[in-house]
């Protein structure tokens, strides 16, 4: 009886087996990553991702009609469209905005895994005291991970970063606002590393995976200008949660922690990054809560890059899609979230859809 029992169970085990074979899923397409010379770049046609053509021209004639300057879709690192408007082109340089905070914040971590710096600690254990105007016992409250997650509480009524203007408003960690006091942390790393921040960034970063471009210094910010597919690396390389092919750029602990939620006052937002999906966010110059996801149109694992003007990197785990818009604002809101994002993300969707 026993030994009928066992050869029972071994035959619905091979019965169950081979359904697991029949029914394993065919593996993915690997991801791919452009050389890090030239133009040489491996494309994806609409007609083989079995997308709708029909939704490609709508999506286009919205862009241009938005004063787009560009607009990249890459899907496994391939690009599946690649377009450029109102005399833009491939080689044309544009500013990030404040998308390019994220740049700052990958560099910050790179440093942090090299052992230059700890983002707990407090930022005059590099800048020195002094460097706020706030009193000694508030100034210290303040660490790097605050600049990282708009947390400083230093009163974010103005963009200059000079000790006079950073005054105190609320004790480090209660206050959620954007406030571009985050660049300190370009400081950070250029005393840290005994660089300047242009040269450790582009060592580091920039040229590890091909990126173009400079930082150029507009009033009292420190502004990101590159071509679009410089653009487009960056976001493959968190797509790819900081790895290049098969070298680790930054690590994944602590890509992880920067897209994802950073402190409970704002859930839409990691470090320096927005993410979509989340149940309530702040929006700068603001501090109202809202209710539902950033983008409500667009993926609920969608991680962002948003600058003034419309300046776009959406980064798409779910369907590893790195999406890149550039040009001038879309409407007459200048901020980095606009209903721009909702319609556009509503003619992406219909691509896929």
Not at 180 to 202: H, I, M, P, R
Request: proline fraction near 3%; include cysteine; aromatic fraction near 10%.
């Amino acid at each position: 009886m026993f030994k009928n029992i066992c050869k029972i169970l071994i035959i619905v085990l091979c019965i169950s087996c081979s359904k697991e074979d029949n029914n394993t899923p065919t593996p993915t397409e690997s991801m791919y990553f452009p050389p890090l010379t030239g133009n040489t770049w491996e494309t994806k046609s609409i007609a083989d991702l079995k997308w709708n053509q029909n939704a490609v021209q709508p999506l286009l004639d919205y862009l241009e009609l938005k004063h787009s300057k560009s607009f990249i879709i890459l899907v496994n690192g391939r690009i599946v469209l690649e377009n450029y408007f109102n005399g833009h082109n491939a080689a044309t340089n544009w500013y990030w905005a404040s998308a390019g905070k994220t740049l700052t914040s990958t560099t910050t971590g790179i440093a942090q895994q090299e052992n230059l710096l700890n983002i707990n600690n407090k930022v005059s254990q590099y800048l020195g005291t002094g460097w706020t105007s706030e009193t000694l016992t508030q100034e210290s409250l303040i660490t790097c991970k605050h600049l990282l997650t708009m947390t400083s509480g230093l009163d974010d009524s103005t963009d200059d970063v000079e000790p006079a203007n950073l005054l105190y408003k609320a004790d480090a960690g209660t206050r959620w606002a954007y406030h571009n006091v985050y660049v300190k942390l370009q400081d950070v790393v250029a005393k840290a590393s005994g660089q300047t921040w242009e040269n450790y960034f582009n060592a580091k970063l920039r040229d590890k995976i091909g990126m173009d471009g400079n930082w150029v210094q507009l009033g009292v910010n420190s502004v990101y200008t590159s071509t679009s597919r410089s653009m487009a690396r960056f976001g493959l390389l968190m797509l790819n949660k900081g790895k290049w092919e098969n070298n680790i750029i930054l690590n994944e602990a602590y890509f992880n922690e920067a897209t994802a939620t950073s402190q409970n006052i704002n859930l839409g937002y990691g470090y320096l990054w927005w993410l979509n999906g989340k149940t309530s966010y702040h929006l700068p110059q603001s501090q109202l809560t809202f209710q539902g996801s950033i983008i409500p149109t667009g993926p609920s694992d969608m991680f962002m890059a948003l600058g003034k003007n419309d300046q776009k990197i959406y980064v798409v785990p779910s369907k590893n899609m790195v999406i890149i818009r550039m040009g001038d604002a879309a409407d007459d809101v200048n901020l980095a979230l606009s209903d721009f994002d909702k319609t556009l993300w509503q003619k992406i969707s219909a691509l896929y859809q």
